[in-house]
């Protein structure tokens, strides 16, 4: 039991991550991205070939593996942010399939479908379960980090520019703001962020495979976030913590009915797990934790 | 060169297939003004909706695809209905996000009902037609024409009827319709029924060419929307160019790269071909 709680806190303490780096591109900077798994996968395949390849040692792995997500997600900026909304939406989407594409056939690479298996571990000079206990610390203080990081940049003048642009590119750009600056950057700190995400994955599990695409982890990244709040780091957590609780939670369902086979039980918690999404959008659209508005206070009025 | 014709000829018949779901997708957003992502499932639900009446009803496939268009677009406009409607005030990329869920939740049922196990419709193996060396199959050819017949069906109906013309009005502007007297409301429902209904007929037409499994839709979706998205989101004509297009690409791009690899060529394709028209090719909004 312990041990179950351990594993699920690890994966919860990545998903965070997935999240926070979601709710930086999407939630505060209004950049609608459905291919984060791209990135987190990329950051997981990349942490992974270097510190197999190279016998890097793990932690610059971790950090290699997010700077290149970095790039990439620069890289990936420049190519869409032309798109409008919609087109955004179904390009990203159809970003993470094209990756996800690559993975299964880039054999050589890849090793396809079978994944690549004896990622190695960091050295903690513990094992077994101590391992574990050491690891899930070592990512609840990363996510500490970058929460606190995040909120940082949410309250900087940056953060400010973020904001500005997800309400309407234009006028930010004719305050003299260089719109393509601020975006490029944001889907680079946001993509770092995925990528360290994705190679904590690789290295907790030392195994990586295109399972990592799964559709449902990316309708849950944003079940997270906006069930705890779009736009609220703090919420970007909460919302997590709680749909770790659902999707967990579902597990149980199959204590519940009986007469299902294995294929309806899963088709059943999926069912449950869309459908609590669906409602929390409908009932609480701007989460438990909404966005913190600053109300503008004439100064003339003040005193 | 024989290669490259008979290339061709694969490409024109399975971009036909590919445009039907994409003018579903492309009505359903020039109407609504949102994408409608559980397209996806719309497709399952249409396939096994052909399976039911073909092999457990015995039903003629003519039929079945009448019967998957019929389930498919009541299925899409009631979970359209139920789930994305209420949420249209929150924005379009609030509805696209829950119609992602919602492609899970329906997709999900299919899953429960029928389980994972690959299905093949009741239809008889037949011999290849060859023309000068090109290999078509006859079931290929029967998908084509039920293809063009359903876009043709389609295109009469928004091009000569009243109805039609109500709902391309709604699609040019919503208000101005509703000051002459038209429902938005009845045809957004109107295009959501059509539009499923499409998908649910490309489902059994994918299911004639290969298998029925839960998963139908989602393996074709990427191309269906690199189609909506390649011809213009909204334009019904861009729909049945960008299926062509992307049918094409994916075929012809096996001379050059590994077959596996077709659906991640035709689709970065579409986002090199997007930096050129950012609207798409025949897109206005």
Redesign the interface.
């Known amino acids: 039991m312990i041990s179950y709680l351990v594993a699920l806190l690890t994966f919860g303490a990545i998903y965070a991550l997935l999240a926070l780096g979601l709710n930086l591109m999407w939630g505060i900077a209004g950049m609608?991205n459905?291919g984060i798994l791209g990135y987190y996968a990329l950051g997981g395949y990349s942490s992974a070939l270097l510190t197999m390849h190279l016998g890097i040692p793990v932690w610059l792995g971790v950090i290699a593996g997010a700077l290149i997500t970095a790039l990439f997600g620069a890289a990936t900026c420049i190519?869409l942010v032309?798109?409008?909304?919609?087109?955004l939406?179904?390009?990203t989407?159809?970003?993470a399939?094209?990756m996800r594409?690559?993975a299964?056939?880039f054999v050589s690479l890849t090793n396809g479908t079978d994944g690549l298996a004896q990622i190695p571990r960091p050295r903690l000079g513990v094992t077994g379960s101590d391992f574990n206990v050491v690891y899930l610390v070592i990512c609840v203080m990363v996510v500490l980090v970058v929460l606190a990081a995040m909120e940082r940049l949410r309250a900087a003048p940056f953060g400010r520019v973020l904001r500005a642009l997800r309400a309407d590119p234009m006028v930010a750009a004719s305050a003299g703001k260089n719109v393509l600056g601020f975006q490029v950057r944001t889907l680079a700190v946001g993509g770092f962020v995925l990528g360290l995400g994705g190679a904590l994955y690789a290295h907790y599990l030392t195994y990586i495979s295109p399972e990592v695409f799964q559709?449902?982890l990316?309708?849950y990244v944003?079940?997270a976030l906006?069930l705890g709040g779009r736009g609220n780091n703090y919420g970007a957590v909460l919302g997590t913590v709680l749909v770790l609780a659902i999707v967990e939670g579902t597990r149980f369902l199959a204590d519940l009915v009986h007469g299902l086979?294995a294929?309806?039980i899963?088709?059943?918690r999926?069912?449950v797990?869309?459908?609590a999404?669906?409602v929390v959008?409908?009932k609480r659209?701007h989460g438990l934790l909404p966005e913190p508005r600053r109300i503008y206070t004439d100064p003339a009025a003040r005193s | 060169m024989l290669q490259v014709f008979q290339l061709l000829v694969n490409g024109v018949m399975a971009g036909a297939i590919l445009a039907v779901p994409a003018i579903g997708f492309n009505i359903v957003?020039a109407v609504l003004q949102i994408?409608n992502?559980s397209i996806a499932a719309l497709i399952a639900v249409g396939a096994y909706a052909g399976y039911t009446a073909n092999v457990l009803l015995g039903l003629p496939p003519l039929l079945a695809i009448l019967a998957a268009f019929l389930i498919s677009g009541a299925a899409g406009v009631a979970s359209d209905r139920l789930?994305l409607r209420?949420?249209r005030g929150?924005g379009?990329?609030?509805v696209?996000?829950?119609s992602?869920?919602?492609n899970?939740?329906l997709?999900?049922?299919v899953?429960?009902i029928f389980?994972?196990d690959v299905r093949s419709l009741d239809v008889p193996m037949m011999r290849d037609w060859i023309f000068e060396g090109i290999h078509v199959g006859p079931q290929a050819v029967f998908n084509f024409l039920v293809a063009i017949a359903a876009m043709v069906a389609l295109f009469s109906l928004l091009s000569f009827t009243t109805v039609g013309r109500a709902m391309r009005a709604v699609a040019d502007n919503p208000t101005l319709a509703n000051i002459k007297g038209i429902d938005p409301e009845k045809m957004a429902r109107l295009a959501v029924f059509l539009g499923m209904g499409m998908a649910g007929i490309a489902g059994v037409l994918l299911a004639l060419d290969t298998a029925v499994d839960p998963t139908i839709g989602?393996r074709v979706v990427?191309s269906v929307?690199?189609a909506?998205?390649l011809g213009g989101?909204g334009s019904i004509p861009g729909a049945v160019v960008g299926g062509l297009l992307i049918g094409l690409a994916e075929q012809l791009s096996t001379l050059v790269v590994?077959v596996?690899?077709s659906?991640?060529i035709g689709?970065?394709a579409?986002?090199l071909a997007?930096?050129l028209f950012?609207?798409?090719i025949l897109g206005d909004r």
């Open positions: 609608v459905l190519g032309k798109l409008r909304d919609d087109y939406a179904i390009v989407l159809g970003f399939e094209v594409n690559i299964e056939n559709p449902q990316m309708i944003f079940l906006i086979d294929v309806q899963g088709a059943l999926a069912f797990i869309g459908v999404f669906i959008l409908q659209p | 957003f994408s992502f789930a209420p949420l929150y379009a990329i609030a696209a996000i829950a992602l869920a919602l899970m939740v997709e999900n049922i899953r429960f389980g994972n989602m990427l929307f690199a909506a998205v989101l590994p596996a690899y659906s991640a689709f970065a579409i986002i997007l930096l950012p609207r798409g």
